[in-house]
């Protein structure tokens, strides 16, 4: 009876948390990577050193509104389970005045000019992918799901030339995101798909001093 009780407690507890991954929106998942992306800050003009906790991220969370818009897929190569990798983009991002100086010097977010933050979720694991914008890049990650996906779907594996001869996402350079993360040092000026919003914000600033 006690074994009985404890296999239905862990399958409430194993649905329940499917129940909330489910809930869970493209905007939550953009604004958890965004927020990891921010590096701790130590300004002069700060009472302190701010760095990375629970509270900044429910604040982040509530005071941060951000604006998304999908990316258009151009594919041959699924067909009926194309519809399995949505991509994203931000278009705009708001902030509350109730932040503090604080917050509001760490959540800031630097939109960038020639580059965007796009990221890729797997609608049916949950999976999520930073693709362009960000300090980190996630592409092998998503290249390694999409030729598993495809070996299920098509019993055989995806041939590199064919994916990137057939799979198109609006703004996204795979070929540059493959070579360029390939090589032994990041060359940014190369690979220009590898540079971070922070990246072109930065020059745009230097260049309008």
């Given at each position: 009876?006690?074994?009985?009780?404890?296999?239905?407690?862990?399958?409430?507890?194993?649905?329940?948390?499917?129940y909330s991954q489910s809930k869970t929106t493209a905007?939550?998942?953009?604004?958890?990577?965004?927020?990891?992306?921010?590096?701790?800050?130590?300004?002069?003009?700060?009472?302190?050193?701010?760095?990375?906790?629970?509270?900044?991220?429910?604040?982040?969370?509530?005071?941060?509104?951000?604006?998304?818009?999908?990316?258009?897929?151009?594919?041959?190569?699924?067909?009926?389970?194309?519809?399995?990798?949505?991509?994203?983009?931000?278009?705009?991002?708001?902030?509350?005045?109730?932040?503090?100086?604080?917050?509001?010097?760490?959540?800031?977010?630097?939109?960038?000019?020639?580059?965007?933050?796009?990221?890729?979720?797997?609608?049916?694991?949950?999976?999520?992918?930073?693709?362009?914008?960000?300090?980190?890049?996630?592409?092998?990650?998503?290249?390694?799901?999409?030729?598993?996906?495809?070996?299920?779907?098509?019993?055989?594996?995806?041939?590199?030339?064919?994916?990137?001869?057939?799979?198109?996402?609006?703004?996204?350079?795979?070929?540059?995101?493959?070579?360029?993360?390939?090589?032994?040092?990041?060359?940014?000026e190369r690979f220009p798909c590898l540079k971070t919003?922070?990246?072109?914000?930065?020059?745009?600033?230097?260049?309008?001093?």
């Amino acid at each position: 009876m006690i074994k009985i009780k404890i296999v239905f407690i862990l399958t409430f507890l194993c649905t329940l948390n499917l129940y909330s991954q489910s809930k869970t929106t493209a905007e939550d998942i953009f604004k958890m990577h965004l927020f990891l992306d921010k590096k701790n800050i130590t300004r002069s003009d700060l009472s302190k050193t701010v760095v990375k906790n629970d509270s900044l991220y429910d604040s982040f969370k509530k005071n941060c509104s951000i604006k998304l818009d999908t990316l258009k897929l151009k594919s041959n190569i699924f067909l009926s389970i194309d519809g399995d990798f949505t991509f994203y983009t931000i278009t705009d991002i708001k902030y509350s005045d109730s932040l503090n100086t604080n917050e509001s010097w760490f959540l800031k977010i630097d939109l960038g000019y020639d580059s965007k933050y796009i990221i890729a979720i797997n609608q049916n694991t949950g999976r999520s992918y930073r693709l362009s914008g960000f300090y980190s890049n996630d592409f092998f990650a998503f290249y390694f799901d999409i030729k598993k996906a495809y070996r299920d779907y098509n019993f055989k594996d995806l041939k590199k030339k064919l994916f990137f001869r057939e799979y198109f996402v609006e703004s996204i350079d795979f070929k540059c995101l493959y070579k360029g993360l390939r090589q032994n040092k990041i060359d940014k000026e190369r690979f220009p798909c590898l540079k971070t919003c922070s990246d072109t914000f930065s020059m745009h600033q230097f260049k309008i001093k």
